[in-house]
């Protein structure tokens, strides 16, 4: 029986660990802290239950195959309920929208803006659909180890269908008027790091999942998912070691042989690396020369997705209830996206994101408190790295005040009983995040398919890839595609010796 080697407990490296372990390979898990999970990890403090990374369950189905595929009853392991409305969004000086998958009430809520901004909703939404359609078949899930398979006459054809080539925002102002429409739209391109204003349009397909898919919540919060998939991979005979940091990706005559714990080289036939791509190469792979085109100056100068400042906020009273999503808008969006990607500034009016679990699970907050989760998308720590005590104190205070104005929480600052914070550098320390970059590298389309890191290493045999910053990119369900890929690629290689 072979044995593989998975670098990280994250998603991507769970997922891969399951698949490969179902299918016959004897598979060790090594994973730097105590808990699996990575960035889907959490915070358990006086009785509050936090998430610490992703909190929106989108395509359900992703989360449920690996279960199936293994013969389970995804609600054995994964409980889910469908989350209605599934997002409120908020404007300082225009009335909020909610937003339903039921196209009912989605239409009327269209509606109450314009018949013609109804219609060109709708209409998005069928061309994003097919664009998606085409993606997935053509890219999504497939993997890319050489030029030609990207450059062909299928995946050309393919690529001019998807139109690419525009930006999200301006694409989605070709089919509706109204800004708050556009604003709701455009925000969720931050869901994976990027600009609206730069991203591919291809990237407004997140909206689109959202309605014609719904959302959905796991009992006990996304951690659930992470506890989960590690019960299911020792169940089949797996082995997780915790605590236990991967120090090299051993490489010998082009051929990936171990990795080295300890100074110590533990065999393997062949290693699925889930740590941050650009992390992996500089640091675990110290020797440049194996690395290919990787070498430091590069990894230096790629792209990287924006940053996140997330507060986990006890609350010792109940509010009042409203959605388990909520987005409030900037004033002016655009500076704020400016701010993010272009000045390297802090965001002055930042959008956020607020997220109350304790509203569908009670079991996350002692009786009569509420768990509050606060999400400010910030700069990666090549456009802005001071996060001193002092920077960290004054933009807590600064959100804070922000939460009292915006929101229904008026009084927060009297009832918060238990409070922590990430910042982009906790990101870089807990989780090994490049530039603290919560959501790896920017998908650009210069990073993204066949120029975005291959799960199959290109120069050197045995070593493969999954996890955010490799194809096909980041979010829960498209991190478990790359590991399916990973591991697609590592039954392709065994079958062809």
Known sequence: MKKISVVGAGIGGLTAAIRLQKLGYEVTIYEKEATPGGKMNQIKAKGFTFDVGPTIVMMPEIYREIFTFCGRNPDDYIPMQKVEPMLELFFRDEEELSFSNDLVQLTQTLEKISPEDAQGYLHFLSDIYQRYLIAKDNFLTRSFRSFTDFYNPKSLFAGVKLKTFNDAYSSIAKYVKDERLRKSLAFQTLYI????????????????????YGIYFIKGGMYTMATALARLFTELGGQIVYNTPVSELVIQNRQAVGVKIDHTLVPSDAVVCNADFPYAMQSLIPDERQRGKYTNHKIENMEYSCSCFVMYLGLDKKYSPSALHSIYFADDFKLNIDELFENGNLPTDPSFYVYRPSLLDDTLAPTGKEALYVLVPVPELSKYADWSP????????????????????????????????????????????????????????????YYRPHNKFKYADHLYFCGSST???????????????????????????
């Open 193 to 212: 790091g990027i600009s609206p204003y730069q991203g591919p349009s291809l990237y407004t397909i997140i909206p689109m999942i959202e309605l014609l």
């Open 390 to 449: 002092a920077v960290q104190t004054k933009y807590r205070n600064q959100i804070i005040n922000l939460i009292k104005e915006r929101t229904g929480f008026k009084d927060i600052e009297q009832h918060i009983s238990f409070e922590e914070f990430y910042t982009p550098k906790d990101f870089q320390t807990k989780f090994n995040a490049y530039n603290g970059a919560t959501f790896g590298l920017k998908p650009t389309l210069r990073q993204s398919n």
């Open 471 to 497: 194809h096909p990119g980041a979010g829960v369900p498209i991190v478990m595609q790359s590991a399916k890929l990973a591991v697609e690629e590592v039954l392709r290689y065994d079958h062809a010796e």
